[in-house]
């Protein structure tokens, strides 16, 4: 535990990982402001430039985007009644009210703060978890792993946007598109159609690009015409005593939602926000200020917001298995640096896990300087109009897609991808089952073989492994337990 | 077609979409069923490549069975057609990849980054010609001498790299 203090410490030391987190905290506020362009897309972007960079430098990159961007968005929120992330969605329905009374800084220091508070609670608990879940997954076998990520795929039907079963939909066509190329164990070629630059599968990075970037261009080519009126902002404000008084019990209990909703698989920030915001409404003492810029309701969405972010690194790193879209494109950042997720991650490479969580840490702290003395700053960025910014994300996307294996072919996926993600957005489909989906497939197929074969071919024998009928008794739960709860609810309340 | 005129009638969208799902469902098996079978010795107790993918469309198949019930509950909202500037942007992939495939990359994300902002409403010709030029350069230099990454060869990029 020491070593592992040590190395997070470590951090502190080295100039060049300070300078990265400080430009990378500056990019992700950015992104963060920039409606549409939220920490996923953003870190879908981010990921061709870090190439070259060490695999701790590249990770931390991607995981101070995610803590600043995920906050960055309440900035919008609060000024201009836009979130620039999904996840600050809960922030507008207090911090433009608040804001337009006047008090927009008041509702920009609290934001500032308790996303502060948030991200460090939720480090904390990443650094504790983490190494005893890893404990843990060293007694996973395939049995273990492949009913884990039948659990992370079920927990898609819960996520915010779009259906339960279209989330499912989703997340199985994810899967499906983990099937093309060589199948692993025998080679044989799966839905190439002669294309041998797919014989190892379609490439996460230009799918993920087009799924998350290209698709939003094209979801904000539908919103050219839409009027922003900013709210004036002084000055941003620390938190008053009487505020502190008011919501340090809401902080708490947001930190503790949020760090818990972004442990589960596929679960994120938005959920976390919308959760955390609904409790502060039901323990608080001045319900009737919700709506009418109450400063426990922005206290309760921003805490939990952030503090999905550390949560979601947990099953990431450990697992395998992505928190929420960010960290699934971070899961992939991990797998193009050769850093294989998983237990022996905190084995192996303990200074690389600890060196990264130190970074999250002072991108925090980064954020919070930011947002205090720079707020006023990146809130204009936001009024870049339409017509010049996402040209610019165009550009950006193509040469991304191209940049990680100088092929055509990935710029290509990327926009058939962008096609696909926008299609299925209008339609209601939310991408991110489809990332995770992809992400999850080979997990799945694998570990069902693998599962197979120690079982000689009884696959029912994966239900006597007590893990492993846990989880698949979870991912029931997670598919049908709402529907189950519903029912029962109607037939209780129908017989009363 | 201006955006907000015509709208998707609900009743269509409730068998329409679902059939969509299954008909690619459907395509997949039968690809599924053209794959090569694994000599037994190398798949042992385990299952064919085609498996898999077969089991993955039976579920789909469901589960649009599921979304079609959920829409005849509760239909899905309108969706409002979308104007030129999106079929416009789709389109413009097109040109890019007409122009990268046989002229160059870069000029490629050039020009359709300045028909993007032109098309996206930009009446500024100087601004869009300045973001439609030092966007790329900058990246592509980026690229090229940070990154080191060569760019496929074209136009621009035979004159660049000689």
């Known amino acids: 535990m020491l070593d592992a203090l040590l190395a997070m410490g470590s951090v502190v030391f080295d100039p060049y990982l300070l300078l990265l987190i400080f430009l990378t905290t500056i990019v992700g506020v950015i992104i963060g402001v920039l409606p549409g362009l939220g920490a996923t897309t953003g870190a879908a972007l981010l990921l061709p430039f870090t190439l070259t960079m060490a695999p701790v430098h590249a990770i931390a990159v991607l995981a101070t985007l995610y803590v600043s961007a995920t906050f960055a968005g309440s900035i919008t929120a609060i000024l201009i009644n836009t979130p620039g992330t999904a996840a600050a969605a809960a922030t507008t329905f207090d911090g433009y009210p608040l804001a337009k009374r006047g008090e927009a800084g008041r509702a920009l220091g609290i934001a500032v703060v308790s996303s502060t508070v948030g991200g460090v609670f939720s480090i904390i608990v990443l650094c504790i978890c983490a190494p005893l879940l890893a404990r843990v997954a060293y007694e996973f076998r395939p049995p273990e792993y492949f009913a884990l990520a039948l659990f992370g795929l079920s927990m898609l039907a819960s996520i915010s946007a779009g259906g339960a079963v279209r989330n499912v939909i989703g997340g199985v066509f994810g899967v499906w598109l983990a099937t093309i190329g060589a199948e692993p164990t025998t080679g044989i070629e799966r839905f190439m159609f002669g294309n041998y630059e797919l014989y190892e599968g379609l490439s996460f990075v230009p799918v993920f690009i087009g799924l998350f970037a290209i698709s939003e261009l094209l979801v904000q080519s539908k919103h050219l015409n839409r009027a922003i009126v900013a709210v004036r902002l002084k000055a941003v404000m620390l938190p008053s005593r009487e505020d502190y008084r008011r919501i340090w019990k809401t902080v708490l209990r947001s930190c503790g939602i949020g760090t818990f909703i972004g442990v589960l698989p596929a679960e994120g920030a938005t959920v976390a926000s919308m959760i955390g915001y609904a409790e502060a409404r039901r323990w608080s003492k001045n319900k009737e200020e919700f709506g009418n810029g109450s400063v426990e309701g922005i206290a309760g969405a921003e805490a939990a917001n952030n503090a999905a972010t550390g949560g979601a690194m947990v099953p990431t790193m450990v697992l395998g298995i992505p928190g929420s879209g960010t960290t699934a494109v971070i899961l992939v950042g991990l797998l193009v640096h050769g850093l294989r997720p998983g237990p022996y991650l905190f084995t192996e490479q303990v200074d690389t896990v600890y060196q990264i969580f130190g970074a999250m840490l002072i991108a925090n702290l980064m954020f919070l300087a930011m947002g205090l003395y720079a707020a006023k700053l990146f809130a204009r960025i936001s009024l870049v109009p339409s017509k010049i910014l ?91 337990g709402s529907a189950i709860f519903a029912w029962l609810r109607a037939r209780l309340w129908s017989s009363d | 077609m201006r955006p907000g005129g015509r709208a998707v009638r609900p009743a269509m969208r409730t068998l329409v979409l679902p059939a ?9 098996i039968w690809a599924s069923l053209q794959l090569d079978l694994s000599p037994p010795m190398i798949v042992g107790e385990s299952m064919q490549p085609r498996v898999f993918p077969i089991v993955l469309m039976i579920i789909n198949m469901g589960l649009a069975v599921a979304l079609a019930l959920q829409y005849r509950i509760a239909p899905p909202k309108q969706i409002r057609l979308e104007g030129r500037s999106t079929w416009g942007t789709i389109a413009l992939f097109g040109v890019f990849f007409v122009l990268t495939v046989y002229v160059d990359m870069i000029i490629a994300i050039a020009a359709t980054v300045f028909l993007m902002c032109l098309l996206w409403g930009e009446r500024r010709l100087p601004v869009a010609l300045a973001v439609s030029v030092l966007t790329p350069t900058t990246v592509f230099l980026l690229f090229d001498k940070v990154l080191q990454i060569r760019f496929p060869r074209g136009l621009f990029t035979n004159w660049y790299y000689g």
């Open chain 2, 20 to 28: 969509l799902i299954i008909g690619f469902s459907v395509v997949v």
């Open chain 1, 390 to 480: 996402w040209p610019m994300v165009f550009a950006l996307s193509v040469i991304g897609a191209y940049a990680l294996h100088s092929s055509l072919l990935d710029v290509w996926v990327a926009l058939v991808f962008g096609v696909i993600g926008f299609l299925a957005r209008r339609h209601g489909f939310a991408v991110a089952p489809i990332a995770v989906g992809l992400i999850l497939g080979e997990m799945v197929e694998t570990n069902l073989q693998n599962s197979l074969k120690m079982f000689d071919g009884d696959w029912w024998l994966i239900f006597t492994q007590p893990l492993a009928a846990m989880f698949l008794f979870f991912a029931f739960l997670g598919l049908f």
